[in-house]
């Protein structure tokens, strides 16, 4: 699935998945002004998925992980 795909699924996605979305972005930035890496792990039918912010409009964030 393309990153295009991706996101004209979720331009046309539900009010609840986009407040889901919403909601990650502030608990990201919430991290990344915690000094603490924006970074979020969850687990959805048995898949662990690791969700991080690498940058938010033209703010870069600092990762210490390479991509």
Known sequence: MSQN?????LSQADQSVKNFIADLLEELNTL??????????MEYFGAVMEIRLLAFGEQKIRSSQAI
């Open 5 to 9: 795909h991706l996101m004209t699924n």
């Open 32 to 41: 990344s002004k915690s000094k603490t890496e924006p970074c979020i792990h």
